[in-house]
């Protein structure tokens, strides 16, 4: 997948600091057969000589106007960054490896390696703390169905997510889409995935918003994440 603005703002990249950085890479969804561009982010990893403030500053312009265009900021790591918070930075760093384009330089995440032994415990803090924020997100919001449908489906990647990562913590292997994933952590953990289904449909062009029952769905989506953080929970108790 190419998109002019993400090459023009991969040369701005090069242009500000081009003897520093090593490479741009593009991962997640938007390097994956599952992109979708009123959903998916242009997630970027910027790898850098040396990450000081000469070189922040140096970045600072390009990457001040890529965000005004509503586009994440690219993550910005040194190679031995990368590989001494491996640990810590577990989730992202597979995602990483799993799904990515090299847009300029070398191919860095290949030598990357990721150790799993805090995987478990960072996936578990994650569905929580996305719970969490989802709830918060809710209490926030104004109470119209539009937005709560919003807020379903600006939270369902990072959930998705999650739940195949859940997978692999599980030690089985990593599901091949999103859809899979909702398939095989609702067996996991015994419950209804119909609120998960409904969003993902929405997302894909299946399904209007005016043909989702939006409360009900709430209630389903709620009900799911509740259901697969609390299943999760009591198998790590188990392990530890």
């Known amino acids: ?3 002019p603005k993400l090459d023009e703002f991969v040369k701005k990249l090069k242009a500000a600091a081009a003897d520093q950085v090593k490479a741009v890479i593009l991962y997640g969804s938007a ?4 992109f979708h561009s009123k959903h998916s982010d242009f997630n970027l990893l910027c790898v850098v000589n040396s990450a000081d403030a000469k070189l922040i500053e140096a970045l600072h312009a ?9 586009h994440p900021a690219p993550l910005v790591f040194t190679i031995e960054e990368l590989r001494s918070t491996a640990d810590v930075f577990a989730i992202e760093l597979l995602d990483m490896k799993s799904e990515n384009r090299v847009l300029l ?3 860095v995440l290949a030598n990357i390696s990721v150790p799993l032994r805090y995987h478990a415990l960072q996936v578990e803090r994650e569905l929580r703390t996305n719970w969490l924020r989802l709830r918060q997100a809710m209490l926030a919001a104004p109470k119209k169905l539009n937005i709560y449908l919003e807020l379903m489906t600006a939270s369902f990647s990072s959930f998705t997510a999650l739940f195949r990562h859940c997978l692999i913590a599980l030690g089985e292997s990593p599901a091949a889409n999103k859809r899979e994933a909702i398939d095989r952590i609702a067996k996991f953990a015994g419950a209804d995935a119909a609120g998960f ?7 894909e062009g299946k399904r209007e918003a005016q043909e989702i029952d ?3 769905t709430l209630n389903r989506y709620f009900a799911f994440v509740e259901a697969v953080t609390e299943k ?3 198998w790590l108790d188990t392990k530890s």
């Open 31 to 34: 390097a994956s057969d599952e």
């Open 232 to 234: 999760f929970d009591r």
């Open 197 to 203: 289904y409904a969003i993902l449909d929405h997302r």
């Open 105 to 107: 330089g070398e191919e």
């Open 214 to 216: 939006v409360e009900e």
């Open 1 to 3: 997948m190419t998109h």
């Open 62 to 70: 390009p990457i001040e106007g890529w965000t005004r265009q509503g």
